[in-house]
């Protein structure tokens, strides 16, 4: 073997030998991997933040602008049930000398509270798993508003009304007339995402 194909192989066995030790760094180097991710999560920032800029600028505007302000409307409105119901329906079965089911109401409130919770934890989230979550949340604040309209606001109403001496119905007058307006407002809610979930059904008349 000549001293030139010697050479030739050395410069060739080192060549190697490099570019298996970058292959070798590449692996074990968990900083360049994090650069990496850097670099991807800026180009996809970068993505998110035009499209967020193509959406301002495009046709679909207000419905953008409904979308982002969807939760903190359920979310209200889980709230505003929560009260109706603890304080104003309370107080109109003690105006008629009722009892009240503290235990039956405690637990509605707490799948209120419960579906509240989920809302909360969705306004930090996006994309598809929000998107279903959401519409399984309004169903549940249906059912829950359901089951308050059976066994807790329609007994007091039906008893009300075999009285021959009407009692004091203030707080239940408050009652109805706020109960109504957010049920309208849940029927709006429902409607932004079903077309057909009925809750007017469950009003006061």
């Avoid at 073997?1 to 066995?13: A, D, I, L, P």
């Avoid at 637990?107 to 989920?118: A, N, T, V």
Wanted: glycine share 6%; net charge negative.
């Amino acid at each position: 073997m000549s001293e030139q194909e010697t050479n030739t192989e050395e410069v060739e066995g080192q060549q190697e030998g490099t570019a298996d030790t970058e292959d070798n760094q590449r692996q074990d180097d968990p900083i360049g991997d994090l650069s990496e991710l850097e670099k991807i999560k800026k180009e996809l920032e970068a993505e998110k933040a035009k499209a967020a800029k193509e959406l301002q600028e495009g046709d679909d505007e207000d419905e953008d602008l409904r979308e982002v302000d969807y939760l903190q409307k359920l979310i209200t409105l889980t709230v505003q049930f929560d009260h109706h119901v603890g304080v104003f329906l309370m107080a109109g079965y003690i105006d008629c000398g009722l009892k009240y089911n503290h235990m039956l109401a405690e637990s509605y409130l707490k799948h209120l509270i419960s579906i509240q919770g989920f809302l909360r934890l969705l306004e930090k989230v996006d994309g598809v798993t929000r998107e279903t979550v959401t519409k399984d949340c309004i169903i549940r604040v249906r059912s829950v508003i359901q089951d308050i309209h059976k066994h807790l606001v329609k007994p007091v109403y039906k008893e009300v009304g075999l009285m021959k001496k009407k009692p004091n119905m203030e707080n239940l007058d408050n009652f109805k007339r706020e109960w109504n307006d957010r049920l309208n407002e849940l029927q709006g809610a429902c409607d932004f995402e079903y077309q057909i979930l009925d809750v007017k059904k469950f009003m006061v008349e």
